[in-house]
């Protein structure tokens, strides 16, 4: 390469570093103008919050909220509401088979809402209650839990005024209107359940329950 060549690459640098913008010049870059039109603003916002609604039913009616049972349902329904978490099968008689353990159950459970099997309602929601207790963490109905005490100290359970759960009842303190009421529940639901043999005013604990062993063991006496 020439010497000429060089000088004429060295002015051609010149005249850029000419035209090039110095280091302390400033260069403004213009940024575009954007309109933002209110109404089309408020129009997309109402369109998400009409989608957001829309989600929100579609999620209720995809996974509805489980319907509170109570006693208003009838107290099979509430029997099976309370035991349905349970892994044990309350069987009233001992040595059934799994398939004769539930059709026992079945019929009991069905068997509260019948009238004249259960004609009292303060009896159906005792035997709710002891089948919750068993099945569950619950406490045991206060006057069920004197009963079986008594049941279990003195081998039997008198009814009348002179029997000892009316007796014991007094002594808590129930009424006598009161213990009378809940003596005459026991004397009828006990039996049903299998739990007790009764021979005219006596109950004594009947061999063959599957139950009373359970809830002995439960309080623990």
Excluded at 128 to 133: D, I, Q, R
Excluded at 195 to 210: C, D, F
């Amino acid at each position: 390469m020439s010497i000429e060549t060089i000088k004429s690459i060295d002015e051609l640098m010149v005249e850029i570093n000419k035209e090039a913008p110095s280091a302390e010049e400033e260069i403004v870059v213009e940024r575009p103008t954007i309109t933002i039109n209110k109404e089309v603003v408020e129009k997309k916002i109402e369109i998400l919050n009409a989608e957001a609604e829309e989600a929100k039913k579609e999620a209720k009616a995809v996974a509805p909220k489980a319907k509170h049972v109570t006693y208003k349902d009838g107290y099979a329904k509430m029997l099976e509401e309370r035991m349905k978490n349970s892994a044990k099968v309350f069987s009233l008689t001992k040595d059934l088979n799994e398939e004769e353990q539930k059709k026992e159950l079945e019929e009991l459970r069905l068997a509260l809402d019948d009238k004249s099997k259960f004609s009292q309602k303060k009896v159906c929601e005792k035997v709710v209650g002891l089948f919750t207790y068993l099945s569950d963490n619950a406490s045991l109905n206060p006057v069920l839990k004197i009963a079986f005490n008594v049941l279990k100290n003195d081998g039997f359970i008198e009814s009348g005024k002179k029997g000892n759960l009316y007796q014991a009842l007094l002594k808590k303190p129930y009424s006598p209107q009161t213990a009378t009421a809940q003596l005459g529940q026991v004397m009828n639901m006990l039996p049903r359940l299998g739990i007790t043999l009764k021979a005219g005013h006596k109950m004594t604990p009947n061999p063959e329950s599957n139950l009373l062993p359970m809830i002995y063991s439960k309080m623990g006496i």
